[in-house]
Nanobody, 118 residues
C-alpha cells in the first residue's frame, strides 16, 4: 500500500505563504491536494498528473496556489501564496493508481494543519 507523508503546514498570517510537501513512495497516476475545514466537506484543491504534468486547480485557489512535482524525489509540492483565513483547513495529499484523476484517490496521507490567522 502506498503511504503518503505530508509536511509543511503551520500558522501563517493572512497574505503569507506556505509550501506543503508530499512524499509519494511508489508509482502513481496522479497526486492531489485536498482540504477539509471544520464543519465543512472535504474539497479538492489541486491535482497533477504523474505522467504529463497536467494540472487542475479549484477556482478558490487559482492564481494563488501552485502544484508541482519532483519525480526524482518522489515528492509533490503545493506552494500557497496570498493565504486567506478561509484557507484554514487540514490539508491532505492523496494519490490515484489510475484514472480518473483526483476524483476518488485510493491512497491518503494523514493530513497537515494549515491555519491562516493574525
Amino acid at each position: 500500500q502506498t503511504q503518503l507523508v505530508e509536511s509543511g503546514g503551520g500558522l501563517v498570517q493572512p497574505g503569507g505563504s506556505l509550501r506543503l510537501s508530499c512524499a509519494v513512495p511508489g508509482l502513481t497516476y496522479a497526486i492531489g491536494w485536498f482540504r477539509q475545514a471544520p464543519g465543512k466537506e472535504r474539497e479538492g484543491v489541486s491535482c497533477i498528473s504523474a505522467s504529463d504534468g497536467s494540472t487542475y486547480y479549484a477556482d478558490s485557489v487559482k492564481g494563488r496556489f501552485t502544484i508541482s512535482r519532483d519525480n526524482a524525489k518522489n515528492t509533490v509540492y503545493l506552494q500557497m501564496n496570498s493565504l486567506k483565513p478561509e484557507d484554514t483547513a487540514v490539508y491532505y495529499c492523496a494519490a490515484d493508481s489510475g484514472p480518473p484523476m483526483c476524483i476518488a484517490p485510493e491512497h491518503w496521507g494523514q493530513g497537515t494543519q494549515v491555519t491562516v490567522s493574525s
